[in-house]
């Protein structure tokens, strides 16, 4: 198993979380993960991009330049990235924020309306743990209450009442797949 | 036979290389008693410069540093965090502290780095060869500035006394002259507060040292003192500039 | 200690820390921030010192008063800034006080950009500033790597008294993967008499000077023959190398840093179609493994030899020299921080296997 992914949006809508909690959690599945950031000298607004690895094996290079699985949150990071993802990968569209579809024919495409099921849930900045969600119901690389662990470690114990929400949020995410 | 005089063992034994009349040996001295003075030889150390005074590591008989040329109080702020409880103090001349070095003294200053620093201010870089300096007088001719300094092409000079008084970190900040004994004396009193002052950790310290270069001035070393209370004097006042 | 996923930069902090270094004096450039960031939480924590510098050349000279008063003392940044650290790093060398240097390399020259680079080898491996001298320089391709290289390089520089630098590119300090840190409460320390920190006269220590300057050639010239001997020391001791797959292979990659491990992708690659290629990667880059380098590509069963960077063609001076022109050694690389992907390489490779 190689998972090469990324996760790809604005700044502010929680890419490199998704990222590291992903790797986070593999790490603590026994698996071996690295985490690339995209970094720029901007501080807020514009993309954002991160990479992510999860494999059974030593891990090589952890440059993604050809993802099996592409996560996007806004429009331009789907044109951005579609043309890169390798045939049979699977693309998973942030729908609420996206209104195009993904022109390939021999990738798998999964429309998600993060903003929409983020705010039936209270709260819309969870957008990000939905769309993760569906990745993860799709790909099954890691178990979601692993994900949780690292988010907590994330959180501090202080933010502990978190849990929960982000908790029915990746199952609502992984839901909307199945 | 009564003994009335004896160098100070902060000294070593190593001959001064400095030219007839010049101010170095002075201060050398002045710096050594302090150091005996306040019985802080063990726990001292010091930082010398680039410029005439370069060699000083061989003259003070404690532990000492060289320092890349501006770079002192940097280098004294790196010992005095490894060693808050010793004591260390950077001696530099007006090419080395007032031009390259104006950042790492204006910080050092700024941090309130418990360091004591003896800034000698003779209007011109000596080892060099006479070059004009940020402390050279309007109109004093030197090798780069050979019809003299001229405000409207490069500035006047500069007050470093008055300068780092301003700032808050400072805690004794004074300017001292070597034209007579006097003037001497004082300066040696202003030295030991700068180190007390330091001992005390009140912060920043620095004494300004007018001082005679009557090689690169052109003059006898009795001219150059005539020449230095006739001309940086009424420039540079002394006096305490700061004192908490 | 279990694994945590930690930032290269962070890890690179907390590992300096456990390797005994107290005294942490920078300066903010991108992308190295994490570690001054990480420094000004964690030194405090254990009694340390991390102080911002009002410039680089400031930062370096702080290093060398510290540890000229004997205490294990480091700084980091990223190229234009190690650029003016220059002059501290050759005022090091010559007073012979240990340090670490950090240098995250980002594209240049000049401002350049800041992204992952590999354009400061020159700089790193043949001098840097001006001066007669070298620095031991350290590479690593991972997290992981460049953790356990943190005690050895503080180790290193103690031991020959002279400054370490670990060049990583700024990919380096920004990727996370999971890390395990030795932990270590008490790192043992080297005495340090010939250190700054009050002298007594009637002790049996003498008196410490701390100096870069010797005007008489003839005590310049003893200077230099002591380092001189004590980096014929360094080349027959501390040389580190690995070799992956070199073993009868029919080409060899030749990479450092983060694009060996693209270049392992690539091996991976040209395995699956049938090529036999192996791997050699400097982890010094000064004592630079030339014998270990001259042995794997002079093998009968070689072909030839590529070197890739991030770069437009610095290691590949050291490879060429190495192998002496016993094979072709090729160059595959780019300035502006552009990474060649393993496809590429393994490309690369191919073509010039048909060729051949």
């Given at each position: 198993m190689v998972e090469r992914n990324i996760f790809a949006g604005f700044g502010g809508q929680g890419v490199l979380l998704m990222g590291q909690l992903l790797a986070a959690a593999g790490m603590k599945e026994g698996k071996n993960t690295s985490w690339i950031p995209s970094y720029g000298p901007e501080m807020r607004g514009g993309t954002a991009n991160c990479s992510v690895m999860l494999s059974e094996e030593e891990i090589d290079s952890p440059l993604v330049t050809r993802p099996t699985s592409l996560i996007v949150m806004n429009r331009p990071s789907l044109e951005k990235f579609e043309d890169a993802v390798v045939p049979g990968g699977s693309i998973f569209v942030n729908s609420s924020m996206i209104d195009i579809k993904v022109k390939r024919t021999d990738v798998n495409a999964y429309y998600v309306p993060c903003t929409e099921i983020a705010t039936e849930l209270g709260n819309p900045k969870v957008s990000n743990m939905i769309m993760l969600g569906a990745y993860i119901g799709k790909s099954k690389c890691v178990d979601i209450e692993t994900v949780l662990e690292a988010l907590l470690e994330k959180l501090g114990e202080r933010k502990a009442k978190l849990i929960p929400l982000n908790r029915e949020a990746l199952k609502r995410g992984a839901g909307c797949i199945e | 036979m009564a003994v009335v005089f004896q160098k100070t063992p902060v000294l070593t034994d190593v001959p001064f290389h400095y030219c007839p009349g010049c101010g170095h040996g002075i201060v050398h001295r002045l710096v050594a008693e302090v150091i005996e003075e306040l019985g802080i030889q063990e726990k001292c150390a010091g930082v010398a410069p680039v410029g005439c005074a370069v060699f000083m590591y061989n003259y003070m008989n404690v532990d000492m540093y060289e320092a890349a040329h501006g770079r002192a109080p940097a280098v004294a702020t790196g010992f005095k965090r490894v060693h808050p409880d010793k004591y260390i103090f950077t001696y530099q001349g007006d090419g080395d502290l007032a031009s390259i070095g104006t950042a790492e003294i204006v910080h050092a200053a700024h941090r309130g780095e418990k360091i004591t620093t003896i800034f000698i201010n003779n209007a011109i870089y000596g080892m060099t060869g006479g070059q004009m300096a940020p402390t050279t007088l309007v109109g004093q001719v030197t090798t780069t500035s050979p019809y003299g300094r001229q405000k409207e092409h490069c500035g006047e000079p500069i007050r470093i006394a008055e300068m780092l008084s301003t700032i808050n970190g400072s805690a004794y900040i004074a300017r001292c002259a070597l034209n007579n004994a006097a003037n001497i004396r004082k300066t040696k009193a202003a030295i030991k507060k700068a180190f007390q002052c330091q001992i005390e950790g009140k912060g920043f310290s620095l004494v300004e040292v007018l001082s005679p270069c009557p090689t690169n001035w052109g003059k006898s070393p009795a001219e150059a003192m005539d020449w230095l209370q006739d001309n940086m004097i009424p420039y540079y006042p002394l006096g305490t500039f700061k004192e908490v | 200690m279990a694994k945590k996923l930690m930032k290269g930069c962070e890890a690179i902090a907390e590992a300096a820390i456990q390797a005994g270094c107290r005294y942490f004096f920078g300066y903010p450039i991108t992308p190295q921030n994490d570690i001054p960031e990480y420094m000004s939480r964690r030194m405090p924590q254990v009694g340390g010192c991390f102080l911002q510098a009002e410039s680089e050349l400031a930062a370096i000279n702080m290093v060398y008063g510290a540890g000229g008063a004997g205490a294990r003392a480091m700084t980091s940044s990223s190229s234009p800034g190690i650029s003016l650290k220059q002059e501290g790093i050759s005022t090091c060398a010559a007073a012979e006080v240990p340090c670490v240097i950090v240098n995250m390399m980002r594209g240049g020259p000049g401002l350049g950009n800041i992204q992952a680079s590999q354009g400061d080898y020159f700089q790193a491996t043949k001098g840097g500033g001006h001066g007669d001298y070298r620095c031991v320089v350290y590479a690593p391709s991972s997290i992981q790597e460049t953790c356990d290289l943190m005690p050895r390089a503080f180790d290193t520089a103690d031991k020959y008294r002279t400054p370490v630098i670990i060049l990583a590119d700024g990919l380096i300090g920004q990727m996370m993967e999971p890390v395990e840190l030795k932990m270590n409460d008490n790192p043992t320390m080297p005495e340090k008499p010939w250190a700054c920190q009050g002298w007594d006269p009637k002790g049996e220590r003498p008196r410490a000077v701390i100096n870069s300057l010797y005007i008489e050639t003839e005590i310049l010239d003893d200077l230099m023959t002591r380092l001189n001997a004590r980096y014929d020391e360094i080349r027959k001791n501390e040389v580190m190398v690995e070799t992956y797959k070199t073993e009868g292979a029919d080409f060899v990659l030749c990479a450092y840093g983060t694009v060996a491990r693209v270049c392992k992708a690539a091996v991976r690659i040209l395995a699956e179609n049938g090529i036999k290629c192996g791997l050699v990667r400097p982890i010094t880059l000064w004592p630079f493994p030339s014998k270990e380098v001259h042995d794997v590509i002079a093998q009968?069963?070689?072909?030839g030899a590529l070197t890739v960077e991030i770069s437009n063609g610095q290691m590949v001076e050291d490879i060429r020299l190495a192998v002496n022109g016993e094979k072709p050694v090729e160059f595959m690389g780019k300035g502006g921080s552009i990474i060649p992907t393993a496809e590429e390489i393994a490309d690369r490779v191919m073509k010039i296997m048909r060729r051949a």
């Open positions: - | - | 009968e069963s070689v072909q």
